[in-house]
């Protein structure tokens, strides 16, 4: 079965760049035709997808977020990340990374595999 897990460091100072991980296990971001997004939730709100990396390598950002977000892949570790840009306390959120068949957007029940979710805190 697939299997997400999120990593990267739990607190980011603003005006820097949030960087996270996804790792996958028992399939691959390659050769498996799925759409592997980063999502986030920050406290009391609810999700937003920030974007999204196709197994072909082709990407996908959401229009709010484009100009401060990449998204890249290392398919020999089964691996995608996140750089989110500039951040401000605004960007304090629970990351997710996710996996769908297409490119699920904020269309939740697309969605087949999620990761645990990672707590990042933009802060002084």
């Known amino acids: 079965q697939v299997h997400l897990q999120e990593s990267g460091p739990g607190l980011v100072k603003p005006s820097q760049t949030l960087s996270l991980t996804c790792t996958v296990s028992?399939?691959?971001?390659?050769?498996?035709?799925?759409?592997w997004s980063w999502i986030r939730q920050p406290p009391g709100k609810g999700l937003e997808w920030m974007g999204a990396?196709?197994?072909?390598?082709?990407?996908y950002y959401s229009p709010f977020l484009k100009s401060r977000t990449s998204i890249s892949r290392d398919t020999s570790n089964n691996q995608f990340s996140l750089q989110l840009s500039s951040v401000t306390p605004e960007d304090t959120a629970e990351y997710y990374c996710?996996?769908?068949?297409?490119?699920?957007?904020?269309?939740?029940?697309?969605?087949?595999?999620w990761g645990h979710g990672t707590q990042v805190t933009v802060s002084s």
């Open positions: 996710a996996g769908s068949r297409g490119l699920g957007g904020d269309n939740w029940s697309s969605y087949s595999y």
């Open positions: 028992g399939g691959s971001i390659a050769s498996n035709t799925y759409y």
């Open positions: 990396i196709a197994y072909t390598g082709t990407t």
